[in-house]
């Protein structure tokens, strides 16, 4: 959706002024967009939805004072870009594993966890509007991590939310110059880690529903064989917090059959969509029988074959997701077959 600051009336034609005296209906209305634009700047889903929340209170405290210059939508978006630039000052960007410039490692090695750093989080399809699906993968999101906070907040405005330059140096107060300049800075980082519209994957077909299905049943027969042919040969696997990241189909079928505690029927998945990327929750059988949370994989599907994995060992995403605490002992994994890629984008 393109925003112009000449625009005096809202999406749905209702005068500005008349939109924030319905401060629920509004806050209603751009949650969804907010959490996406707070996500892509803070890189974590907990964060982001802090941010929104100041974005609203600084709103409602100032919406006395609107003039109607621009939209309403507009107005949040300038509120909340300079709520996230205040945030992230002095904050250190949220890497992957493998953003942290080490090498990747062999199954053998040992793990390596690290909770001082400030890890990439991933984000469930349905807090967010997810219409451009390319500017929310994990893989474009970890990119924005490396770029400097404005030179982030430049890029989001002008290429995705198609603002202009004239706005993002109004909004940023700044110089068209200036704009113009951290918008070329950060297009040639991006271009470096090759993140084009190109490398974006589209709804899944049929092929890779079948493969979502195998790749589920294959863990929970613990088949590795399986899981190492769904891979591509060159596929990578990581796991935050844990620093170790590891590439090669069979290399990672050695990390998962050796270093994963679960054995044949301990390990149920359900079928998720985080950052519009097909996931899945992984649940470990415990001593008590019943399956508790073990990670959240965050899947990069090329064609009909796992091209990357990010495993996510954080239990607070179960519930961010609205997945369950654990499951019972008679559980038995459902094919995911049904599940979209994506949702659908809510105006």
Same mark, same amino acid.
């Given at each position: 959706?393109?925003?112009?600051?000449?625009?005096?009336?809202?999406?749905?034609?209702?005068?500005?002024?008349?939109?924030?005296?319905?401060?629920?209906?509004?806050?209603?209305?751009?949650?969804?967009?907010?959490?996406?634009?707070?996500?892509?700047?803070?890189?974590?889903?907990?964060?982001?939805?802090?941010?929104?929340?100041?974005?609203?209170?600084?709103?409602? @405290?100032?919406?006395?004072?609107?003039?109607?210059?621009?939209?309403?939508?507009?107005?949040?978006?300038?509120?909340?870009?300079?709520?996230?630039?205040?945030?992230?000052?002095? @904050?250190?960007?949220?890497?992957?594993?493998?953003?942290?410039?080490?090498?990747?490692?062999?199954?053998?090695?040992?793990?390596?966890?690290?909770? /001082?750093?400030?890890?990439?989080?991933?984000?469930?399809?349905?807090?967010?509007?997810?219409?451009?699906?390319?500017?929310?993968?994990?893989?474009?999101?970890?990119?924005?991590?490396?770029?400097?906070?404005?030179?982030?907040?430049?890029?989001?405005?002008?290429?995705?939310?198609?603002?202009?330059?004239?706005?993002?140096? /109004?909004?940023?107060?700044?110089?068209?110059?200036?704009?113009?300049?951290?918008?070329?800075?950060?297009?040639?980082?991006?271009?470096?880690?090759?993140?084009? /519209?190109?490398?974006?994957?589209?709804?899944?077909?049929?092929?890779?529903?079948?493969?979502?299905?195998?790749?589920?049943?294959?863990?929970?027969?613990?088949?590795?064989?399986?899981?190492?042919?769904?891979? @591509?040969?060159?596929?990578?696997?990581?796991?935050?917090?844990?620093?170790?990241?590891?590439?090669?189909?069979?290399?990672?079928?050695?990390?998962?059959?050796?270093?994963?505690?679960?054995?044949?029927?301990?390990?149920?998945?359900?079928?998720?969509?985080?950052?519009?990327?097909?996931?899945?929750?992984?649940?470990?059988?415990?001593?008590?029988?019943?399956?508790?949370?073990?990670?959240?994989?965050?899947?990069?599907?090329?064609?009909?074959?796992?091209?990357?994995?990010?495993?996510?060992?954080?239990?607070?995403?179960?519930?961010?997701?609205?997945?369950?605490?654990?499951?019972?002992?008679?559980?038995?994994?459902?094919?995911?077959?049904?599940?979209?890629?994506?949702?659908?984008?809510?105006?």
């Amino acid at each position: 959706m393109t925003t112009t600051e000449s625009g005096t009336t809202t999406a749905t034609g209702v005068a500005p002024g008349a939109e924030l005296e319905d401060f629920d209906g509004l806050t209603a209305r751009y949650q969804r967009e907010l959490m996406a634009h707070c996500y892509r700047m803070s890189g974590s889903v907990h964060e982001a939805e802090d941010l929104v929340q100041e974005t609203f209170l600084r709103a409602w @405290k100032a919406s006395a004072t609107f003039q109607g210059r621009s939209s309403v939508r507009t107005w949040l978006y300038r509120i909340a870009t300079n709520v996230c630039l205040t945030n992230l000052e002095g @904050k250190p960007r949220r890497p992957l594993p493998a953003g942290l410039g080490t090498s990747d490692q062999m199954a053998g090695d040992a793990l390596e966890e690290n909770h /001082e750093i400030a890890w990439l989080e991933p984000v469930p399809d349905a807090a967010v509007v997810v219409a451009e699906r390319d500017t929310l993968r994990l893989a474009f999101v970890a990119a924005l991590q490396h770029l400097p906070a404005r030179q982030r907040a430049v890029l989001v405005l002008r290429d995705v939310l198609r603002w202009s330059a004239k706005e993002t140096a /109004e909004a940023l107060e700044t110089t068209v110059a200036a704009v113009n300049s951290a918008l070329q800075r950060a297009h040639a980082q991006l271009g470096e880690r090759a993140l084009t /519209e190109d490398t974006v994957v589209e709804d899944l077909d049929e092929r890779q529903q079948m493969l979502l299905d195998r790749y589920l049943e294959a863990f929970w027969a613990k088949d590795i064989d399986t899981i190492v042919s769904l891979l @591509k040969h060159d596929a990578t696997w990581d796991m935050p917090p844990f620093t170790n990241w590891y590439r090669g189909s069979a290399n990672i079928g050695d990390l998962i059959g050796t270093k994963c505690p679960g054995g044949v029927q301990d390990m149920p998945m359900i079928p998720t969509v985080a950052n519009g990327q097909p996931a899945f929750a992984l649940y470990m059988r415990s001593p008590q029988g019943d399956f508790v949370p073990f990670h959240l994989q965050v899947l990069h599907l090329e064609g009909d074959k796992v091209r990357h994995v990010t495993a996510f060992f954080e239990p607070r995403l179960f519930e961010t997701f609205g997945l369950p605490d654990r499951l019972p002992a008679d559980y038995v994994p459902a094919a995911p077959a049904a599940v979209p890629a994506t949702t659908p984008a809510a105006d």
